[in-house]
């Protein structure tokens, strides 16, 4: 495809042309002569018509050369921009430190060595892994070393074209206001490579592994709370897969100190690999991701299967219905499962105070909310992201008891130690749990269904409407101001009783009665529930170029085999709900 706008091919041939020069790499300048070199200038104009911002989540883009690409340069300014951000703010402490992490991706750990060069310039001391780790070791590990920040470089279960960088602050939390908008700023003001400081101190980088991988496996093992139940059924069969990511490091090795003796893991997939060669996407949330364990587990006959993304922050879960046929576990029904279990054990132990509370996002299903209101438990609800479930677990720290919180997008943290999603803690839970369930006659399949006949049937949707480059961000754009100018009167048949903004931080009901909404920030999101329960959540994503429909319907379930009618009623309402949002 050839791009028609010519004075925008001019600009981004001028930006290009910067990079040409001495301060640059001679890869880098030989990749960008080769795009200048070319014909058809799309490659060109997505690689420098914008800079890859540092938004409130870090970076995130397709690595390459290119102000709109994860490069050295992009990589650079944020350490850099981070760097002068930390010295300003923490000026009187002796020592700032900071804890660097990575994934398996092609380039994150030279990204990960070069923000370590760039940080240790600055006088910052690094604690750098020595090796990919998950996620939540390094949230972990700021804590853990007092350290007063901390980055990983991952794009989670981005396709392999992709990298990130997420930044964290001294709570083990990502960064939130008002450091976010500092960070921003701080980076915003680095104008070219002579700005960043790329040779490295290297006394004040110090290597970490072992050390804080046994602190944290230990910490996780204190999460268990029915020991007796794993005993129990030490050889159950489970199937795990790290899905070429850092999952392997530490969860079949948690999974043993667990007392699980039975694990079995998809050895092609205990491979790090950034090309992912086994899955077109390391996504959990994809059922192809999962085909490999599927298939090991039928081979063996499993009693459950497990996977991570790259980054080993999300959980993927498949399990045998009552036909004896694998499903994946959705991202809700996970959340529910878990609560679920940490509710009933904090109960039969006669852990609760009455201090105890949980999390879920605005855009996880209601049932949630009603498990929690059925055990006399407070439900906390927050944005989109790990960093708002870390906010509320700090806001209570000392004062509440955080037992659980998650998000539909295949999230789980069990623990406060962590200040992100875990798949660490997760993978050992889960498979208490499905012990825990065999020691009670059942299957984990028969407990999700005995959840949905105490606390009600629902059945939740996700639509992705991509749209990648530059046109792809306008019309998004358009989308979000279409719905909020013109709003959906009525959603599959149902009339729509209340509408919320959460970018006004208004709600209106069908009287017309307006009132505010209590939330800590704005976020661009819309939401709209029905008269007969239903509920959908409208956003653009924060990292990837595509807008996201949430859908829940409501549904009853009189029994626990009458799930297969339950969700052909609820299908069709889904579908009724698609084709009114334009989105069938």
Request: contains cysteine; neutral net charge.
């Amino acid at each position: 495809m050839k791009m028609e706008n010519q004075e925008l091919i001019n600009q981004v041939t001028e930006k290009a042309k910067k990079w040409l020069t001495s301060a640059y790499d001679i890869e880098t300048r030989s990749e960008v002569k080769r795009m200048l070199d070319k014909e058809d200038k799309t490659e060109l104009v997505e690689s420098f018509y914008k800079e890859l911002e540092f938004g409130t989540g870090g970076l995130r883009g397709i690595m390459g050369a290119g102000t709109n690409r994860m490069n050295k340069y992009t990589v650079g300014a944020a350490t850099q921009g981070l760097s002068n951000y930390l010295n300003a703010n923490f000026k009187n402490l002796k020592q700032i430190s900071v804890v660097i992490g990575h994934d398996c991706r092609n380039n994150s750990r030279f990204f990960a060595e070069t923000s370590a060069d760039i940080f240790s310039a600055n006088g910052i001391k690094v604690y750098l892994f020595d090796d990919m780790r998950p996620t939540p070791e390094m949230s972990f590990a700021i804590r853990y070393l007092g350290c007063q920040s901390g980055i990983i470089l991952t794009a989670s279960h981005n396709p392999k074209e992709y990298n990130g960088y997420k930044a964290y602050w001294d709570d083990g939390a990502q960064v939130l206001a008002p450091h976010d908008a500092g960070i921003i700023d701080e980076v915003n003001k680095i104008m070219s490579p002579a700005d960043i400081k790329f040779v490295g101190n290297k006394q004040l980088i110090q290597i970490i592994g072992e050390d804080v991988d046994k602190i944290y496996l230990d910490k996780v093992k204190t999460l268990s709370l029915n020991p007796d139940a794993i005993a129990c059924h030490k050889d159950m069969k489970i199937v795990y897969t790290p899905i070429h990511g850092t999952g392997m490091m530490l969860i079949p090795r948690a999974l043993k100190m667990w007392g699980f003796e039975n694990v079995h893991t998809v050895p092609e997939q205990m491979v790090k690999d950034g090309n992912f060669s086994t899955v077109v996407s390391p996504n959990p949330e994809n059922a192809e991701a999962l085909s490999m364990a599927v298939a090991l587990a039928k081979k063996i006959d499993a009693d459950i299967v497990m996977a991570s993304d790259p980054d080993a922050d999300r959980i993927g879960i498949a399990m045998k219905n009552d036909k004896g046929e694998w499903i994946l576990v959705n991202g809700n029904q996970t959340c529910m499962i878990f609560l679920y279990y940490i509710i009933t054990q904090y109960k039969k132990k006669g852990k609760m105070t009455g201090k105890e509370f949980v999390v879920k996002t605005i855009v996880t299903t209601e049932t949630i909310k009603r498990i929690a209101e059925k055990n006399d438990l407070e439900i906390k609800d927050c944005y989109t992201g790990f960093k708002w479930i870390a906010r509320e677990i700090r806001l209570n720290e000392g004062k509440k008891k955080y037992i659980g919180g998650g998000e539909e997008s295949y999230g789980f943290l069990a623990e406060d130690f962590v200040r992100d999603k875990d798949s660490v803690s997760a993978c050992c839970l889960i498979s208490e749990i499905a012990a825990w369930a065999k020691d009670n006659g059942k299957t984990l399949y028969e407990m999700l269904m005995d959840i949905y006949v105490e606390y009600g049937y629902s059945k939740e949707a996700a639509v992705s409407v991509v749209k990648p480059g530059k046109t792809g961000a306008e019309e998004i754009k358009q989308m979000m101001t279409d719905f909020r100018n013109n709003p959906p009167k009525e959603l599959g048949g149902s009339n729509i009783v209340l509408r919320k903004d959460y970018q006004t931080l208004e709600q209106i009901n069908d009287k017309g009665i307006r009132s505010k909404i209590d939330m800590p920030a704005t976020s661009n999101v819309l939401q709209y529930f029905t008269a007969d329960g239903s509920k959908v959540s409208v956003r653009p994503s924060g990292t990837e170029p595509k807008i996201k429909f949430y859908i829940e319907v409501r549904g009853e379930m009189g029994c626990s085999h009458c799930f297969d009618s339950a969700e052909v009623e609820a299908t069709k309402k889904v579908g009724a709900i698609k084709k009114s949002l334009c989105v069938a």
